[in-house]
């Protein structure tokens, strides 16, 4: 391609590229100047076969308009299904091998909070908390066979449960935005 074209080329798909990446990043979660440059390079590699019919005239061009879309969609697919298999290297998470040791601290006093909580929850409350929370991941029918209730009542007795087991949390810990303004 001579630069001629080139020139042609990118300010008659410069400005529709531009509205077309700016529109399919944000779903893509990235940034719309980074799908832009992938088409451009999608572009590039194409070399001189420019995308649609050789030629100027308006069938040319809508040829071209139609090619950009399909290729801007194209890249944040593309881009959506690298995000999904792609594992930053700084989010390990709490818990998990190679964690922060201080947020393993602090996620662990979080959790001695919450299980000395739920102890202190009158009746049957410590139970089916208990089992709610169980890394078993147990269904509803199977709880309620565990605790010995009909699987009826046990979306109101855990709603009881939730709410004196809030009510707990809410008098142990300080709202953030009263800290140094309590009376």
Do not use: F, N
Request: proline share 7%; glycine share 10%; with cysteine.
């Amino acid at each position: 391609m001579d630069s001629m074209k080139d020139t042609d080329l990118l300010d008659e798909l410069g400005p529709l590229l531009s509205a077309e990446a700016a529109a399919e990043a944000p779903a893509a979660g990235v940034d719309a100047a980074d799908l832009e440059q992938a088409v451009w390079v999608r572009l590039l590699e194409r070399g001189p076969a420019a995308p649609g019919p050789t030629g100027g005239g308006a069938e040319a061009s809508a040829e071209r308009a139609r090619w950009l879309r399909r290729a801007v969609r194209a890249e944040a697919r593309r881009a959506r299904r690298r995000a999904l298999r792609e594992v930053p290297y700084g989010g390990a998470r709490p818990g998990c091998a190679g964690a922060d040791p201080e947020d393993a601290v602090l996620h662990g006093e979080q959790r001695r909070v919450l299980r000395s909580a739920v102890a202190r929850l009158p009746g049957r409350c410590p139970e089916l908390i208990g089992a709610l929370l169980s890394p078993r991941d147990l269904t509803y029918r199977e709880i309620a066979g565990e605790l010995g209730i009909s699987q009826g009542s046990l979306g109101p007795v855990r709603s009881r449960c939730l709410g004196c087991l809030r009510r707990m949390l809410a008098a142990e810990v300080a709202a953030p935005h009263l800290r140094g303004k309590e009376r």
